[in-house]
């Protein structure tokens, strides 16, 4: 993996490593030595093969740079006496920020220490670093049905891979509603998705769309499948001039004529049947399974088939996804 787009910053005491599985671009790379800017790596973007994180999965430094670089832990904080704190290592595979700064007053020596992993992805995690990084990286790298497989190869019960899948979908959910956006416009095809994740009673509606030409999206969940309410999404996440198909509904089973006819006069609005080869929704919902889930769970599931589907290649998938996770669960930075 290199580094090409990374910066890194760095204060007066933090020592910037590399290995063999880290290499620095350093015609790219900004370093600098003020004590207000504290941010020692962050990486835009990198494609990395299986082949290449299992190798950083070997090293447990690699490893603990890869988490630096995608901001899931952080390799210095602030304590509340205002001293910059790096983590020390406490036992093999435990560090904490330990900080024991003299009072210049009281001559007592501050005892505040906390665990690198607190608010973070892993605090509570019974498994190491490196067993649920592995984990993440067969989740990502095999298509379902996966259970069995991960459970043999990590030596895992099927109830503690069950509960991380839980949790990776929960990460799924935070990626599309970052990147859920107001889609479509003049000349472009925005293709609809209204559904409610089976005939199961429980869990919400979900209401969603995809622009053909760019892969762009929105997903909207909803307890309320009224007209009103349907009409109310669509004014807000398909932008006027969109022509909007579907392979599986029709606007008249949905929206009064009142408001078809709001849609195709005021907001220029072309609603046609669905002529292209290849259904964006349809590559959606091959992704998602079609036993064994519950209703409720519905929108993790289908968030992680949109996932996949807009990182059809595994390589791009990683950064992404830790990306995700430093985002959802930020390290703490401020004691």
Known sequence: MTTDNVKITTDKNMEITTDNNMEVATDNVEITADDTEWSVMSCSACNI???????????????????????????????KCGALLNPTEDSVNHFIFRCRKKNLRSYRKCKTNFTILKGTFFENSALSLGKVAHLVMLYLCRPSPRYRYICVELNLSIQTVSKWFSHFRDIFIFWVNQQSSQIGGEGKI???????????????????????????FFVVPTEDSSSATFLHIFQEKVRPGSTVVSDIWKPSEYLDDEDVHNLTVNYSMNFEDLQIDFPCWANVRRLIPRKGRRKKYYLGYLSEALFMVHYPIHTQRFHSFWVSVGRMYPPITQA
Do not use: A, Y
Request: aromatic fraction near 14%.
């Open 49 to 79: 093969t299986e082949m290449e994180f299992f190798e950083i999965l070997r090293d447990r430094e690699s490893l603990l740079n890869f988490f630096f670089c995608h901001n899931v832990l952080t390799c210095h904080t602030r304590c």
């Open 190 to 216: 925005v293709e609809i998705e209204w559904c409610s994740g089976g005939h199961l009673v429980e869990g919400p509606w979900i209401f969603g769309g995809i622009e053909k030409s760019t892969g762009q």
